[in-house]
């Protein structure tokens, strides 16, 4: 059963930056998606940023400019860059895998605060 074990998260200043990452244990299908969705608590989880396996990136509107998601295929490993951090950015982040066939999977999720 593959699991994501995600990590980066933490406290940073408004203006800062932050890296997070997220791998994939076991073997994965090569066509999939990973991302990576946030969600506090009584609010609706949402796509912050997605990269297909062949490299194609999605982000949400709020992020543009600010966040970099990308991946090593050869780790089943992808990354979120979150640049000019802002304190509505502060959040749960969830690593997400998606399979063709097989749903989704989600990792256990990492604090990320931004303090003004």
């Known amino acids: 059963q593959v699991q994501l074990v995600e990590s980066g998260g933490g406290l940073v200043q408004a203006g800062g930056s932050l890296r997070l990452s997220c791998a994939a244990s076991?073997?994965?299908?090569?066509?999939?998606?990973m991302g990576w969705h946030r969600q506090l608590p009584g609010k609706q989880r949402e796509l912050v940023a997605s990269?297909?396996?062949?490299?194609?990136?999605n982000y949400a509107d709020s992020v543009k400019g600010r966040f970099t998601i990308s991946r090593d295929n050869a780790k089943n490993t992808v990354y979120l860059q979150m640049n000019s951090l802002k304190p509505e950015d502060t959040d749960v982040y969830y690593c997400?895998?998606?399979?063709?066939?097989?749903?989704?999977?989600w990792g256990q999720g990492t604090q990320v605060t931004v303090s003004s």
């Open positions: 076991g073997s994965i299908s090569r066509l999939n998606v």
């Open positions: 997400n895998l998606l399979r063709l066939g097989i749903g989704n999977t």
């Open positions: 990269i297909t396996s062949g490299g194609i990136t």
